[in-house]
């Protein structure tokens, strides 16, 4: 039988994005009430690292706790593979053992190399391509607080980067609009916003790019942002503050979208570079109900992965 793994949020139709998301608003109800329930009773993740974390890591290793199940935190260089040995190797004996994979890499290509190799299902908690746990995450909270995705839009001001790959993506799929400010050289991948184009035109919704933050976060339902520098990028810095400048979410800028935008940011935030204080400490801020939901949404896609619903 074959393994559904979870690469990029274009693995999942829209259909099952809604299914994954009803799950999660579900599984939030439940914890929030104080409900036990542990489906994953003997089952173990294995979460491998090569890059840091808080709410990745830290929400998939309490969702698996709290579905009943265990998980191992590995990282790169406590596995033989920072020893050289094999990602196929490496799949292949991990799957003797765990239920579930997650990895969190630079290079998109091993983790397909990873799940190509893998008899059980593979998660990606982070590439540099895609974070498609993030956008579940992204698209349940605009949901919580805007009462639904279709016709919502949605502002990227920034780097053009994984977690903007994966947000293009999500939302073209469920019929979100979508509009991106980027700097000259630092848009979307092609072949993504190709693939976003793609989804818009079947779906009813619209993806924009431009080099104006303003003109992105006209009239916008959501304003998001990420770093300029993101991990792995470091030697970039200076380039890259430069090129940025002028795209910093602040006060005035966030004044030019809907009177009631939400602002939302993967985080970790760089204070004072991508965003304000004012910004993200700010009213229109729900970038705690957004790190909130990393931990239901990944745990009903879990669920979903192992055929739990
Ligand atoms: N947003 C996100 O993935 O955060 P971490 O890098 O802390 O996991
Ligand atoms: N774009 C950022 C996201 C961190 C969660 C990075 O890749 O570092």
């Known amino acids: 039988m074959k393994v559904k793994h979870f690469l990029s949020i274009q693995d999942l139709t829209a259909a099952e994005i809604k299914t994954v998301l009803k799950g999660a608003a579900d599984l939030k109800k439940k914890q929030h009430s104080g409900m036990i329930s542990e489906p994953l009773r003997g089952k173990t993740l294995a979460m491998i690292f090569s890059k840091p974390s808080t709410r990745t890591r830290v929400s998939f290793e309490t969702g698996m706790t709290q579905l009943g199940g265990h998980a191992i935190y590995l990282g790169w ?44 299902p593979v998660i990606n908690a982070l590439t540099d391509l895609h974070h498609p746990c993030q956008t579940l995450a992204d698209l349940m909270t605009i949901q919580e607080h805007k009462g639904g995705l279709r016709g919502i839009k949605v502002a990227w001001v920034g780097d053009g980067n994984n977690v903007c790959n994966s947000l293009m993506l999500g939302c073209t799929l469920v019929g979100a609009d979508i509009s991106l400010a980027c700097p000259g050289g630092y848009e979307p991948s ?77 985080l970790p935030a760089m204070r004072g570079i991508e965003v304000t204080d004012e910004v993200i400490d700010g009213s229109h801020s729900v970038v705690w109900d957004q790190a909130e939901n990393r931990l239901h949404a990944q745990k009903s896609l879990l669920l979903w992965l192992l055929k739990r619903f």
């Open 77 to 120: 260089n406590d596995l033989q593979l920072g020893r050289g040995e094999t990602i196929a190797d490496t799949a292949r004996t991990l799957s003797r053992y765990v239920d579930v994979i997650t990895a969190r890499l630079f290079r998109h290509e091993d983790i397909v190399e990873l799940a190509r190799y893998s008899d059980v």
């Open 190 to 266: 092609q072949e993504i916003t190709e693939k976003a184009k793609l989804n818009a035109r079947k779906n009813g919704s619209k993806v924009e790019i431009t080099h104006n933050p303003e003109e992105a976060v006209s009239e916008a339902d959501v304003v998001y942002t990420d770093v300029f520098v993101s991990m792995g990028m470091e030697k970039e810095r200076e380039a890259r503050l430069k090129a940025f400048k002028g795209y910093q979410v602040n006060p005035q800028l966030l004044a030019l979208a809907k009177r009631d935008v939400i602002f939302m940011h993967c």
